[in-house]
């Protein structure tokens, strides 16, 4: 009897070995549970799940293979590539940066590199903006369109609230390339679109834009100006790029040129006008001065502003006869614009006449309020 109950016993032991107990840490390993699963069957998991859940469920995988599994996956949807869906107004690169900025959420630096670096290799994407950036503006319109739609929406604006990020893809998207063709990328980037969504290039040339039309592009220019300490990256460059910027694909129109000074700031318009006053140009940043006066009364800014900015440019000269010669260009610059805006009014074209009209109008009840604030910061 006592050799039946041994071999009864290693009987149910064999039948049903001892179940061994694992702690939820244990079970866990680094791999997880997906790790045995076939690689196929691990992509079809992957492909059911959330942008979220997504990010967790390749959490162990090394970084280089994250990548490469993440665009095979995109690359399988036109509506996420450059150049392949035909859908007009398509939500999918708006989408697509939804995605992007959820998996990298909280990446390092470093991480966000190599991410930038597999996408520039395997969406050809410098190829793209050379393309777009040597040829003449507007004529590649549709690449032109493309190109500012995957960079803003996949890249750049799903980051819109996280600035430091922001900067960060912007400063990648520029770096590789000359200052012309930064200039010219930010353009394409930020730049004003005409109401059936091409990029306003001859616009800008011809006449005074609004306040919205470019206020994107000083946008552009405040996330630069945060991000200085980069290396090779500083004020003189700033200013570098927005001398090419006022000429592309001509010199603009004076008043788009000071608009967008007003847009970007006390600083960067002063470092501006400030450049200009040491290298000699008092016609030109007399002018320029006018027209920041002309478009603070039109958008309603505070007159203040720039009577403190024309003091500060007062102080760049070390004589009192420099000095009195700014003033004098400046004064002589103010009947100088006013000729010019009476002219046009004078002359045939009926829809100039009336905007000329109107601008005379406002230069002269700008260029009161302007010496009036300028005189009460007089000492008496």
Not at 64 to 69: G, P, W, Y
Not at 76 to 91: D, G, R
Request: proline share 4%; glycine share 4%.
């Amino acid at each position: 009897m006592d050799m039946m109950r041994k071999d009864s016993r290693k009987v149910k032991r064999t039948l049903y070995p001892t179940k061994t107990i694992m702690t939820r840490s244990q079970c866990l390993t680094s791999s997880g549970y997906f790790h045995r699963l076939p690689a196929e069957v691990f992509h079809m998991i992957l492909d059911k799940v959330s942008g979220l859940l997504f990010k967790r469920c390749t959490l162990f995988l090394p970084a280089k293979e994250k990548l490469k599994f993440i665009f095979s996956q995109l690359s399988k949807i036109p509506c996420f590539m450059l150049e392949q869906c035909l859908v007009p107004n398509c939500s999918g690169f708006a989408r697509c940066g939804v995605f992007l900025q959820t998996l990298t959420a909280q990446w390092d630096e470093l991480e966000c590199h190599r991410v930038f670096n597999f996408l520039w290799e395997h969406t050809n994407l410098l190829q793209k903006i050379e393309t777009v950036i040597y040829a003449k503006p507007g004529t590649r319109w549709y690449q032109e369109l493309q190109l500012r739609s995957f960079c803003r929406q996949v890249l750049l604006d799903p980051r819109q609230n996280q600035p430091s990020e922001c900067q960060f893809w912007l400063m990648q998207l520029l770096k590789p390339w000359p200052i012309v063709s930064q200039a010219r990328l930010l353009f394409i980037l930020y730049g004003p679109l005409m109401p059936e969504g091409t990029l306003v290039w001859q616009d800008l040339v011809e006449r005074g834009l609004s306040h919205g039309a470019l206020w994107d592009l000083a946008t552009s220019f405040l996330l630069l100006i945060g991000k200085r300490e980069v290396k090779g990256w500083t004020s003189n460059s700033m200013l570098a790029i927005l001398e090419e910027l006022i000429v592309i694909p001509q010199p603009w129109h004076v008043e788009n040129v000071a608009r967008l000074l007003v847009l970007c700031g006390n600083t960067l318009c002063y470092a501006v006008l400030a450049n200009k006053a040491l290298n000699g140009r008092l016609a030109e940043i007399s002018r320029l001065i006018v027209f920041i006066i002309l478009v603070s009364e039109k958008d309603s800014y505070n007159m203040s502003n720039v009577v403190k900015l024309v003091i500060r440019i007062c102080k760049i000269f070390s004589t009192s006869a420099e000095k009195t010669g700014f003033i004098q260009q400046l004064e002589n610059m103010f009947s100088e614009i006013t000729r010019e805006f009476f002219e046009v009014c004078v002359a045939g074209n009926h829809l100039e006449n009336r905007e000329a009209f109107q601008s005379l109008c406002i230069l002269l009840d700008s260029s009161a309020r302007f010496h009036t604030k300028l005189i009460l910061q007089v000492p008496m």
